[in-house]
């Protein structure tokens, strides 16, 4: 990736951590555009160059970290497939540096918070559209590594569709549980089951 490109991606994280963090404070209908921008440092031109609602930045996290397990998935070396695959997601779901730039102080009340933000229907809507990029591209990336065809042959789309959901209850999981569990454990169980009953083709 290229300075600019690089450039560019952090502006789209930083926009997409500042609507997340002023969603869950505010709550969701108490936040401006104008709002994301400044807290991001930028102008709200520069935040429509990037998304087209703040339900669509809230739910960019949650895209580029799917995207990125596609793209660490074909970086991967060869190994078994579902190796692969839990080494990709865990790589991204892991905590990261926007996590840790935003220290949360309270647990309790950013849990509470960020499951009302992935409550409001806007939000969720953006959320479906997210996982369904994700999933096609991570369905090609599946593909690439199994020698199949995502244009005439089930499993890539099938196991995607699988890690997705996986992704999504773990995460969901983690958001209700008391204390909180932490996501990377729940996610290397789930794909442990999911590995024992979805083998690679001929595997």
């Not at 580029?64 to 970086?75: I, K, N, T």
């Not at 992935?118 to 593909?143: K, S």
């Not at 089930?154 to 008391?178: G, K």
Request: charged content about 25%; aromatic content about 4%.
């Amino acid at each position: 990736m290229g300075l600019r490109e690089r450039k560019k991606a952090e502006t789209r994280a930083a926009l997409s951590w500042a609507a997340i963090r002023l969603a869950v404070e505010r709550g969701f209908d108490h936040v401006k555009v104008e709002d994301i921008a400044e807290a991001a440092g930028v102008s709200p031109r520069t935040f429509n160059n990037y998304f087209s609602s703040k339900a669509e930045a809230i739910a960019a996290r949650h895209l580029d970290r799917c995207l990125g397990v596609a793209e660490a998935l074909r970086e991967r070396p060869a190994e078994p497939l579902w190796d692969a695959v839990l080494r990709a997601v865990l790589s991204r779901f892991g905590p990261d540096a926007a996590v840790a730039a935003h220290p949360v102080t309270d647990a309790a009340r950013w849990t509470a918070g960020v499951r009302v933000v992935l409550a409001e229907p806007a939000v969720q809507g953006e959320m479906l559209r997210a996982g369904a990029i994700a999933e096609a591209e991570i369905a090609a990336a599946i593909a690439d590594r199994t020698g199949t065809d995502p244009r005439q042959d089930f499993y890539p789309h099938l196991a995607a569709s699988a890690l997705m959901a996986v992704t999504n209850a773990a995460m969901a999981h983690h958001l209700r549980s008391d204390p909180p569990v932490p996501v990377s454990g729940l996610l290397t169980d789930a794909l442990a089951q999911l590995a024992a009953g979805l083998p690679a083709p001929n595997s």
